[in-house]
């Protein structure tokens, strides 16, 4: 089982790019195919990107395509998290997920057993 550490979270104004790295333990990253999610205060945690053990398949909420890129890197073991263009709206606390499944169940499953999760990084985006 893997073990995530989520960085790169910030303050940021409207406009402005941040990008989140999570970065695993474990010799199996790219055994995983890895995801993205967040919450914001008083809401329900939501999805907001995932991408397959090689890649090669990407998965983005509607809230965020076009301006939030998902990417990963299987030799450092982490995964990437580019966000531009970023509004008061994207301000939550991401997530990263791993799990030995295809990126479209990280897309469009909330959890699952045998998910892991990391400790999350606060984005605030100010207006």
């Known amino acids: 089982q893997v073990q995530l550490v989520e960085s790169g979270g910030g303050l940021v104004q409207a406009g402005g790019s941040l990008r989140l790295s999570c970065a695993a333990s474990?010799?199996?990253?790219?055994?995983?195919?890895m995801g993205w999610f967040r919450q914001a205060p008083g809401k329900e945690r939501e999805f907001v990107a995932a991408?397959?053990?090689?890649?090669?398949?990407?998965y983005y909420a509607d809230s965020v395509k076009g301006r939030f890129t998902i990417s990963r890197d299987n030799a450092k073991n982490t995964v990437y998290l580019q966000m531009n263009s970023l509004n008061p709206e994207d301000t939550a606390v991401y997530y990263c997920?791993?799990?030995?499944?295809?990126?479209?169940?990280?897309?469009?499953?909330?959890?699952?057993?045998?998910?892991?999760w990391g400790q999350g990084t606060q984005v605030t985006v100010s207006s």
């Open positions: 991408i397959s053990w090689s890649g090669g398949s990407t």
């Open positions: 997920a791993a799990e030995v499944a295809t990126a479209r169940t990280i897309a469009t499953m909330p959890n699952t057993p045998t998910r892991t």
């Open positions: 474990g010799r199996t990253f790219s055994s995983y195919a």
